[in-house]
């Protein structure tokens, strides 16, 4: 904290990721899926992909923050258990393209849109089968120094800047130009 | 003005949570407490400072520690934005004299007239063990706040 924060639990195998793991740009973010801001940033976050391509993976771990966002817990288990059918980033993209559908109500049409096994999710999920996960995220962001969501960790460190495109790509772009 | 550091006793005071209540920092006696001095309610963030600490509470409490936000704003502004942000945390007025506690901890803004958004974490003796001073516009987290609780609960075993 007195400097920047650092990512306690770096990027791995454990974590849902796009892009390759060598990449010399690891960007991690903790979002929330009923958080507007983490909505807003979705797009962001695809833009960079596109302008970064293979030097650039990307890592999304949760940190509902269920106080203040009632469908936020429940979003995160639905993704989580759709990756168990192996739909993680589907039902990830759903949820943020379709962010102002969110509700519990529509977690079935959701489901049958992704050819998933809606029942099997419902168990999954009843049964605590990604609970665990979604705590060591959680435990993960906090030690982290997670402060909001959207966090994002370039390269280990702290994102205290602004989350928008051109802010986004300097800042990786100055990670690049320092890395060997 | 410089925040007051840690090993220094905390300095006491009295605020008002609501219209009709006020709490004391020696009510707290025994138990680990930690002081959040913020800027201004309503900050234009669903995931602000506050909104996170409502969120660790069980992280809080396995250390059994009080958090208490305060800010400038009266009381009146401090409930309809506790309702509005659904917070557990009490926040406390720090509206007449304006800023007095936060001078009193070295923590208020002559400039801005707010206080500057500083944590401090004050064991069950009321001595400060923990003080940190954010730059007004980043959010600390609360990584500094549970690894200076963890090391006081380990200096007590």
Same mark, same amino acid.
């Not at chain 2, 800027?39 to 602000?48: G, K, L, N, Y």
């Given at each position: 904290m007195e400097g920047y924060a650092r990512l306690t639990l770096p990027a791995s195998a454990r974590d849902h990721a796009q892009g390759p793991a060598e990449a010399p740009l690891t960007l991690v973010e903790y979002g929330d899926y009923q958080c507007p801001y983490c909505g807003a940033v979705y797009p962001v976050v695809q833009r960079l992909q596109k302008a970064f391509g293979k030097k650039l993976r990307f890592v999304f771990r949760n940190f509902p923050l269920t106080q203040s966002h009632p469908y936020a817990l429940i979003a995160a288990e639905t993704a989580e258990a759709a990756g168990l059918q192996g739909k993680f980033w589907e039902m990830h993209d759903l949820l943020f393209e379709r962010q102002a559908a969110l509700?519990?109500?529509i977690i079935p049409t959701w489901c049958e849109k992704l050819g998933l096994d809606l029942e099997k999710l419902g168990q999954e999920i009843a049964q605590g089968a990604v609970e665990g996960r979604i705590q060591q995220d959680r435990q993960s962001g906090i030690r982290s120094g997670v402060n909001g969501t959207p966090t994002f960790f370039v390269n280990g460190a702290r994102y205290d800047g602004a989350p928008d495109f051109g802010s986004l790509t300097s800042l990786l772009e100055s990670e690049l130009a320092g890395s060997p | 003005m410089t925040a007051l550091k840690p090993g220094i006793k905390a300095p006491d005071f009295s605020l008002a949570t609501t219209p009709d209540q006020k709490v004391s920092l020696?009510?707290?006696?025994g138990q680990p407490v930690v002081l959040v001095f913020y800027?201004? %309610?309503?900050?234009?963030?669903?995931? %602000?400072q506050l909104a996170l600490y409502n969120e660790l509470q069980s992280e809080f409490a396995e250390f059994a520690a009080e958090i208490v936000g305060i800010s400038v704003d009266g009381v009146w502004c401090h409930l309809a934005f506790s309702k509005d942000r659904k917070l557990h945390i009490p926040l406390l007025a720090d509206f007449e004299p304006k800023g007095a506690v936060a001078r009193q901890y070295g923590v208020y803004r002559e400039q801005d007239g707010e206080c500057e958004r500083a944590l401090f974490v004050i064991d069950g003796a009321g001595v400060i063990r923990w003080s940190y001073v954010s730059?007004?516009?980043?959010?600390?987290?609360a990584d500094g706040i549970l690894k200076a609780l963890e090391s006081m609960a380990r200096g007590w075993q």
């Open positions: 509700k519990p109500d | 020696s009510e707290f006696r800027p201004a %309610d309503w900050s234009p963030v669903c995931s %602000d730059p007004v516009g980043i959010n600390p987290g």
